[in-house]
C-alpha cells in the first residue's frame, strides 16, 4: 500500500518509523516532512492545507491512504475534500469529516456534544463580543481558579489558568477585545477548574466500531515542576501509573462508548484517531478536551508502546473488522523528553546545527530519537522549530525509562538546547 503522512513534527516521524515496520507499507511519503522523516520515506515539499497539490500527489504517485498528523487539515476539511472528488473517493483518510473535526475545533461545540451525550466534563459557559458584559460579570462572581479558553485552534496554547478574578478578566479582555488568538479568541468558553491529574487516551474508531492504542500523560510548562510558560509539550510519560484497569473501565464506560455512540448516532463520519484528555478527579474522569488527531509528544510513547501492526489497525477500521483485532502492548514504561530551542515558546533562532544524532533507528531499539522540528541543509541536520527533538526509552519503570532518555540527550547537542530534567516528576 502506498502512503502519504501529512505533517512535519515528532508524531509524525513516530508514524513514519511505526509504518515502516508494516510489511502492507508498500511505499511511504511524507509531507512536508523533517530530516528525521527522510530517513523512513520520502519527503515532499507540500503544503499541509494545500489539497490541490495533495490531490496531484495522491493521484500522480497512486497514493492509496493518507494518514493526516495535525488538526488543521482535519477542520479545514480534508476528508471532505477527498470524498467529494472523483479521483479521490476510493483513498482512504485517516482523520473525520469537517463537521466531526469540529470536536477540536470548537471548545463550545465540543462542550455541548458532551452535555448532549452525558459525558463528564467541567461546567461551563460561552462567551463573545456580543455578550461581552455578561461574560465579566460571569468571571466576577465564579470560584477562583477559573479556566479560559479560547474557542478555536490556538496552536496548544488557547487555555489559560487563572487565579484571580483580576486575572481573568485581564485574560477575557485581550482574547476577545484584543483578539489575542484572532479568530480563535472571537468565542471564549469559561470552565470550572478540575484539581486533579491530567492524561490523555487514544482511541482508533470509524464511528461505529473503536479500540483503545494507548494512554500517556504529557507536560506543557516550559519549566521544571510545571512552572512557567505553555509549551506544545516538553515530555510524555506511558503507561500512566494510577491509569489501572479499574481507572480505565471507568473511561471506557462513560466516556469512551458514549463519545462514540455520540458520533454515530449524530450521523459525524470518523475515520481515526480521537485524542481525549482528561482529568483524574478523586480516581473519578472527566473530559477536559477533545482532539481529532493523534498527540504530539504522545505520539512518540504510544506508538513505541503499541505492539500491534499500525498499518492493519488503519485497513481495519475502514473495512470494519476493528474489533476482530486484539490490541497488545509492550509491558515495559515509556518515557520521552523534548529537547527544545533556546528561548522556546517565545523567540528563538533555526537553522543551527545538531550534533551526536543517532542514524536511522530499527523497531527493536530501546532508545528512539525522533526529529520535531530539524530539515536537512547541505547534508548537515539544523534546527528548525522550538520543538527540535523528542528522545524516547523504555525502562523497567519510568524513572528509568526518563533517565535513559536524558543520557541519550548528553550524547547531543546543539547551541541553546534546553530540556525538562524532571519529566515524570510525579510518579517517583
Not at 489559560?160 to 484572532?182: N, R, S, Y
Not at 485524542?275 to 474522569?285: Q, R, S, Y
Amino acid at each position: 500500500m502506498n502512503i502519504l503522512v501529512l505533517g512535519s513534527g515528532g508524531r509524525e516521524h513516530a508514524l513514519a518509523w511505526k509504518l515502516r515496520q508494516s510489511k502492507l507499507c508498500s511505499r511511504l511519503l511524507i509531507a512536508p516532512g523533517n530530516a528525521g522523516t527522510s530517513q523512513y520515506g520520502e519527503n515532499i515539499d507540500v503544503s499541509i492545507t494545500d489539497f490541490e497539490a495533495i490531490k496531484k500527489v495522491c493521484v500522480s504517485e497512486f497514493i492509496e491512504m493518507v494518514i493526516v498528523g495535525p488538526e488543521e487539515p482535519l477542520v479545514k476539511g480534508i476528508y471532505d475534500f477527498f470524498k467529494n472528488h472523483e479521483e479521490l473517493e476510493k483513498r482512504t483518510v485517516i482523520g473525520p469529516s469537517a463537521a466531526a473535526a469540529q470536536l477540536e475545533g470548537s471548545k463550545a461545540f465540543s462542550k455541548k456534544f458532551m452535555q448532549r451525550h452525558k459525558i463528564p466534563t467541567a461546567g461551563y459557559a460561552e462567551f463573545d463580543e456580543k455578550n461581552y458584559e455578561a461574560g465579566k460579570e460571569y468571571i466576577s462572581n465564579h470560584a477562583l481558579p477559573i479556566v479560559l479558553k479560547a474557542d478555536g485552534l490556538a496552536a496548544g496554547k488557547g487555555v489559560i489558568i487563572c487565579e484571580t478574578h483580576k486575572e481573568a478578566l485581564d485574560a477575557f479582555e485581550q482574547m476577545i477585545i484584543q483578539k489575542q488568538f484572532g479568530e480563535a479568541s472571537s468565542k471564549v468558553v469559561i470552565e470550572e477548574f478540575l484539581k486533579g491529574i491530567e492524561l490523555s487516551v487514544f482511541v482508533l474508531t470509524n464511528g461505529q466500531q473503536h479500540k483503545v492504542i494507548g494512554h500517556a500523560k504529557d507536560y506543557k510548562r516550559i519549566g521544571e515542576g510545571d512552572t512557567g510558560l505553555n509549551t506544545g509539550g516538553m515530555g510524555c510519560v506511558s503507561p500512566v501509573p494510577f491509569a489501572d484497569e479499574t481507572f480505565m473501565q471507568k473511561v471506557e464506560e462513560r466516556i469512551i462508548k458514549p463519545t462514540v455512540r455520540g458520533l454515530s448516532e449524530e450521523k459525524l463520519e470518523y475515520n481515526g484517531f480521537v485524542f481525549i484528555g482528561l482529568m483524574n478527579v478523586n480516581g473519578e474522569p472527566y473530559v477536559i478536551e477533545y482532539n481529532c488527531r493523534l498527540g504530539d509528544p504522545e505520539t512518540e510513547v504510544i506508538m513505541p508502546r503499541l505492539k500491534n501492526d499500525l498499518l492493519e489497525l488503519l485497513i481495519g477500521i475502514k473495512i470494519n473488522q476493528l474489533d476482530d483485532l486484539n490490541i497488545e502492548f509492550d509491558e515495559r514504561s515509556v518515557a520521552t523528553v523534548m529537547a527544545v530551542s533556546g528561548g522556546y515558546p517565545g523567540e528563538y533562532e533555526k537553522g543551527i546545527e545538531i550534533k551526536g544524532l543517532p542514524d536511522m533507528q530499527p523497531a527493536d531499539e530501546d532508545v528512539l530519537v525522533f526529529h520535531a522540528g530539524t530539515k536537512n541543509t547541505n547534508d548537515t541536520v539544523v534546527t528548525n522549530g522550538g520543538r527540535v527533538l523528542a528522545v524516547t526509552a523504555f525502562g523497567d519503570n519510568l524513572k528509568s525509562a526518563v533517565n535513559r532518555s536524558k543520557k541519550e540527550l548528553g550524547n547531543i547537542s546543539f547551541e541553546g538546547m534546553y530540556y525538562r530534567k524532571d519529566i515524570g516528576f510525579e510518579f517517583e
